[in-house]
C-alpha cells in the first residue's frame, strides 16, 4: 500500500503547491517518501508514499530500470500474475517487486497491453519522457484508489485520495473536475511542450464479471463442470492464496459474519502451508455484548488464530466522527456508520501490533446477494443486474469505507471476494441460483462450504446483521448513538432549509445534514462527483433510510437455527 501523487502543467507556484498537498497522503506510507522533476517535462512532478509489502531494498518509486530510464513509474497495487506474465514473455526483472512488470509490458506490449494483462489490484501512473506519453489506469473494482484532476486547458493531476489535490483546484483559473478515476479504465495522455497534456485515448477494458485477459491463477480446464460447489472453494481458495505475497506480518479482520470467517478460516489455512513463522492475528471489534463480539470469538477459537478483542464506547464515536468524513471523502450515510468500527479497529492494529496487511470480506455482499433486500427482488435477472450495479460502484461505497479506514493507519488491505477470476466465475453461474433461498442470502456460497469443516455450521449459517446492530450492545445500536451526537448539532431549523443549501443527494435527517456539513468544510463543491448518490435498499416500499434493520423481514436478534431464518 502506498501513495501516489503527479502533477503536469501548473505554472502557479509549483513547488508551493507539492509542498501543500503531498504531504497529505503520508498515512498510505510513512516509511519513505520521494519526488521527482525532471526537466524534459516542464513542470512535471511525480511523488510518492511509501509503505514496504514486498522488497524493502529496491521498491521505491518512482521506479526506473536501467534498460528503459525514459520510463517513470507510479503504481499502488499488487500484481499476482508478475511471475507468469515474465516467464510468458520472458522478461529480465530487476527488482522481486512485482509492480515491475508494468513497465516491462509497456515496453514490450504497448499502452495497450498493460492494465488489461493485470491479475491484481492497482492504480498507476506511468511516464513516457521518449515519446512524451503518460498512461494512467485502475483495476476493475477500483480496489486501489485514485482521482483525476485535470483542466480544460490540459492541467493534469492524479492522486490516491482527492485531500491531496483539492488545494490546487484553487490554483487553476480555468476550467476544470476533480473526480474518481474510473475503475476498468485506462487513459493515455500526449505531454505538450508546455507540460500541459491531451487526452489521446480512454478505454473501458474491463467491467465487472468480464472473463480475464490474463493468464488466470488457476487452469480453467482444471475446473469440474458438475462440480459448482467444488469450483467455487477451488478459485476462493485460490484468491486468498494468491494475495499471501507479503514480507510483512498478516492478519484478518473478524466479525464472525459469514465473509469474513470463511477468508480467516482459508487465511489460517493457507498460512500453515505455507510455514509462515508467526501465528494469523484476527481483529474484532463491538461493545461489551456485541453478537459480532461473541461470533468473532467462536471463529478465532475454532480456526486458531490469535484474537484481539477491541471494545469502542459512545465517548469513542464521538470522538472519531469528524475525523472520519475527512478520511473518507464521502457523506453517504450508511458508508460512513460502517466504517465507524473499521475505522477503530484499524487505529487499533497500528498502535497495538505488528501486523500491516489485513485481508477482509468486502464485496461478498455485491457478489454474492448478501443484502438482505435481495429477497425482495422481482426476479434472477433484476438480482443479477443489481448485483452488476453494486459490484461497478462498489468503489464509492464499500470499497471506498474499507480502503481509507485501512490506509488512514497504513495498512494494506486485501479483499479475496473481489478477485477477477472468482467474480467472473461466480456471476456466470444460473442467475437463479445465486439469489437468496428460503429467505437465506448467500445461500449459494454457504452451501459451497457446508460440509467442510472449515467453520462451525452455526456461523456459517449465520443470518446477516445490519452493521449497527452487529457491533453495538443489545441496550443500544450504533444507530441510536450516532442520533444523539448529531441532534446536538443540527437544528430543526437547520434540516428544514437543507434543500436550498444542498440540492443534490438533499439530507433528510439531522445525521445526513450532519455528515454533509463536515464534508463541504474539507471537500466543498464535489459532492456530485464523490458521491452521486446515496446508497440504499432497493425493491422495499416506505423505506427511507439505508439501514438493514428497517425492512421488514430482517432478523436481527432471532435465533438462526441452521439453516433456517425465522422472522420475530
Known amino acids: 500500500m502506498c501513495g501516489i501523487w503527479a502533477l503536469f502543467g501548473l505554472d502557479d507556484q509549483p513547488f508551493i503547491c507539492m509542498c501543500k498537498n503531498f504531504e497529505k497522503l503520508v498515512h498510505r506510507g510513512p516509511e519513505a517518501f520521494r519526488i521527482e522533476f525532471d526537466k524534459a517535462v516542464k513542470n512535471g512532478f511525480l511523488g510518492f508514499h511509501r509503505l514496504a509489502i ?57 499502452a495497450q497491453n498493460v492494465a488489461k494483462m493485470l491479475d491484481g489490484v492497482f492504480a498507476f501512473l506511468l511516464m513516457d519522457i521518449k515519446n512524451k506519453k503518460i498512461l ?15 483542466s480544460d486547458d490540459g492541467q493534469l493531476a492524479v492522486c490516491s485520495e482527492s485531500k491531496g489535490l483539492i488545494e490546487i483546484t484553487k490554483q487553476i483559473s480555468s476550467k476544470w473536475i476533480l473526480e474518481p478515476f474510473q475503475p476498468g479504465y485506462y487513459e493515455e495522455y500526449e505531454i505538450l511542450d508546455n507540460g500541459r497534456t491531451k487526452l489521446l485515448t480512454k478505454v473501458n477494458y474491463s467491467k465487472p464479471g468480464d472473463k480475464p485477459n490474463f493468464q488466470v491463477y488457476t487452469p480453467w480446464n482444471a475446473l469440474n463442470n458438475t462440480d459448482v460447489h467444488g469450483n467455487i472453494r477451488t478459485l476462493l481458495s485460490a484468491a486468498v492464496n494468491k494475495r499471501l505475497m507479503s514480507d510483512r506480518k498478516i492478519g484478518c479482520l473478524l466479525s464472525g459474519g459469514l465473509d469474513s470467517s470463511l477468508i480467516a478460516a482459508l487465511l ?65 450515510i450508511t458508508t460512513i456508520r460502517a466504517s465507524i468500527g473499521m475505522y477503530l479497529i484499524s487505529r487499533y492494529i497500528k498502535h497495538n501490533t505488528e501486523t500491516t496487511v489485513i485481508f477482509s470480506g468486502e464485496g461478498a455482499d455485491e457478489l454474492a446477494q448478501g443484502y438482505i433486500y435481495f429477497r425482495d427482488a422481482p426476479n434472477a435477472i433484476e438480482a443479477h443486474d443489481e448485483s452488476i450495479r453494486l459490484l461497478k460502484d462498489i468503489y464509492l461505497y464499500d470499497g471506498l469505507r474499507a480502503d481509507r479506514t485501512t490506509s488512514a493507519f497504513s495498512l494494506e488491505l486485501r479483499v479475496p471476494f473481489l478477485d477477477l477470476q472468482f467474480t467472473n466465475y461466480y456471476l456466470s453461474l444460473d442467475a437463479a441460483s445465486r439469489q437468496p433461498q428460503g429467505g437465506i442470502e448467500k445461500h449459494l456460497l454457504r452451501s459451497a462450504f457446508d460440509g467442510t469443516n472449515l467453520l462451525p455450521s452455526n456461523i456459517l449459517w449465520r443470518h446477516k ?91 436481527a436478534g432471532v435465533e438462526n437455527d441452521n439453516k433456517e431464518i425465522k422472522k420475530k
Not at 84 to 90: A, D, S
Open 465 to 555: 446483521e445490519a452493521f449497527s446492530d452487529g457491533v453495538t450492545s443489545a441496550k443500544k445500536s450504533l444507530f441510536q448513538i450516532i442520533h444523539e451526537i448529531v441532534d446536538n448539532h443540527i437544528s430543526n431549523k437547520d434540516l428544514d432549509n437543507a434543500h436550498l443549501k444542498y440540492p443534490h443527494c438533499t439530507p433528510k435527517t439531522k445525521e445526513a445534514l450532519y455528515y454533509r456539513t463536515v464534508f463541504e468544510k474539507y471537500y466543498g463543491g464535489q459532492a456530485e462527483s464523490f458521491t452521486p448518490y446515496f446508497w440504499m435498499p432497493r425493491w422495499v416500499k416506505g423505506v427511507c433510510d439505508p439501514s438493514a434493520r428497517f425492512i421488514s423481514h430482517y432478523a
Open 136 to 150: 494512467i489506469g485502475r483495476d476493475p473494482y477500483g480496489v486501489r484508489p485514485l482521482f483525476r484532476l485535470k
Open 54 to 110: 514486498v522488497d524493502n531494498l529496491h521498491g521505491m518509486q518512482p521506479m526506473r530500470l536501467y534498460k528503459y530510464p525514459h520510463l517513470f513509474l507510479l503504481c499502488n497495487g499488487e500484481i499476482y500474475n508478475h511471475k507468469e506474465i515474465g516467464q510468458k514473455y520472458g522478461f529480465q526483472y530487476n527488482t522481486e517487486c512485482d509492480v515491475e512488470v508494468l513497465i516491462h509490458l509497456y515496453a514490450n506490449n504497448g
Open 268 to 332: 489460517v489455512k493457507y498460512a500453515k502451508e505455507k510455514k509462515l513463522p508467526y501465528k494469523i492475528q484476527s481483529f474484532a471489534i463491538g461493545m461489551s455484548d456485541s453478537p459480532d463480539s461473541i461470533a468473532a470469538r467462536q471463529v478465532a477459537d475454532f480456526i486458531g488464530t490469535e484474537h484481539h478483542e477491541i471494545t469502542f464506547s459512545e465517548e469513542d464515536v464521538t470522538e472519531i466522527l469528524d475525523k472520519l468524513i475527512y478520511q473518507l471523502e464521502t457523506f453517504d
